[in-house]
Structure formats: C-alpha cells, structure tokens
C-alpha cells in the first residue's frame, strides 16, 4: 500500500497516511515524498492513476461536454455514454456490453469479449441474435406477438427451432445439422419424428411431455414397424402393442396387462 496519497483537486499538497499528515511544497515533509516518490516511481504512477480515476468518477456524477454525457466507473474506466442518438454502456473492465443506436434503431450487447449478443429491427421484425464459442441463438419477435428461437450446437447432429405465441411454446423443431431437414418436431402437443432420408419414424401426442394415446412408429422405408397405446408415457392397461416386418406382415402382438 502506498504511504501517500493524493487530493483530487489540489496539486500543490499530499496526504501522508502514516502520520495522516497534509504535507505541501514548503514542509520539512515533503523532502521526504520528493525521496519516496523517486525510489517507488511505481506506487507514484500508482496514486495518481488513483486520483485521475477518482477525477473522472466525480462521485458518481456525470459530466457533460458539447452534448454528450459521460459516466465513470470508480475504477476510472468509462461507466456510460450517452448522445442524442447513441447509449453506450460499458461493464467494470471498460468492455462495451451494451449499445442503443435509436438513429438506426441497432441494439447489441457484449457480455465478455467471446460472447456477443446483437439485436436490430428487420422488416418490421426484431431480430436477435447471440453467438458464444458453443451455440449460437436467433430469435425473431413478430408485431403479432410470434416468436421463434433458434439454437444451433456446432458439435451436435441437430439444431432447432421454437415458436412461441404469447410467450407460449406451440411447436419444437428439431432439424439435421449436416442436411437441414426436419429431425422431429411437437407442434400443438403432437410429436413427429424423422429418419435422414425425410420419412416418417414417429408419430403421437405427448401429455407433459410424456407419450399418451395412440403411437405409431415406421421403419426406414416407410412401412409400419409398430403400434402402442399409452397413458402419460406408460402403456394403457389391457392395451396391445404389434410389432410387424419391413414387408408389413405381422411379427408378434404383446397384449399389456
């Protein structure tokens, strides 16, 4: 810790902290900082970084120059920046997280330096958009209260798409990574899903995302592999399940009790 410090508004006296003394050019003292000052240079860099930082912070206090108004974090780093037509705002480190331009009506904010997220209005839609080394989600706010959310994993062999209505979920799809075409998808609570060759595999209603009624499952080429009734996901009592080839015969029947 630095024995001196120095006063925001005064360049002609310090505080010595060990005495808690105010020493000015004249005192006997001040010999003493002109020596500690020239053997720790870095601490003197360092206390008046500290006070040319606390200048800029003013308190907590904006200032304002030919328009613009600046606020500053106590560290000295740029807390805010406002114009007529742009808002910036910056986090502890001075890193922009956050920037309103109502000239152009673009908005985007950056949480860490690999994480960016971007918002901007596009054909009378708000679209946002946010990137991170692992996924990257769209989004795209209709005027008629529709949303639709896309993730995508880099790594992963889908991606998908939901669309909300009033902030409620109404359909879920998930997509193929490497060709784009519908992997499976719950759309008003009935779920389908796809081989890679775009054919059926799946198909039935979920009821809290668990099977319920009646299910149908395909093999490859289309044809019935299987059928099943469930309740919430377990199979209906006294139901039966049949199981059949590729050439549609039937293989067996599994009665359910």
């Not at 319920?212 to 009734?229: A, P, R």
Request: proline letters at 2%; hydrophobic letters at 25%; glycine letters at 4%.
């Amino acid at each position: 810790m630095a024995r001196y410090r120095k006063f925001w508004y005064n360049d002609d006296c310090i505080l010595d902290t060990k005495y808690n003394v105010v020493l000015y050019e004249n005192d006997k003292g001040w010999e003493k900082y002109e020596k500690w000052k020239s053997k720790y240079s870095d601490l003197e860099n360092e206390i008046q970084q500290e006070k040319e930082a606390l200048l800029k912070w003013n308190g907590g206090k904006p200032t304002e120059v030919n328009g613009i108004t600046r606020y500053y974090h106590q560290n000295g780093k740029i807390y805010k920046y406002e114009s007529d037509d742009v808002k910036l705002e910056y986090n502890i480190d001075g890193i922009l997280i956050k920037k309103i331009d109502e000239k152009s009506e673009v908005h985007y904010s950056a949480e860490l330096p690999d994480k960016i997220y971007e918002s901007y209005k596009k054909n009378n839609l708000v679209i946002e958009e946010y990137f991170d080394k692992e996924y990257i989600y769209k989004s795209s706010l209709q005027r008629n209260n529709i949303k639709v959310v896309r993730k995508k994993l880099p790594n992963r062999k889908t991606s998908e798409k939901k669309t909300y209505v009033d902030d409620v979920l109404v359909k879920h799809t998930t997509y193929y990574t490497n060709t784009n075409s519908v992997n499976s998808q719950i759309y008003n609570d009935y779920y389908t899903e796809y081989f890679t060759n775009k054919k059926l595999r799946a198909e039935g209603y979920l009821v809290d995302d668990k099977p319920d009624g009646h299910w149908k499952f395909y093999h490859i080429n289309g044809e019935l592999e299987s059928e099943h009734w469930f309740i919430k996901g377990k199979f209906k009592p006294k139901s039966r399940s049949s199981v059949y080839f590729e050439n549609t015969e039937l293989n067996f029947n599994i009665k359910h009790g």
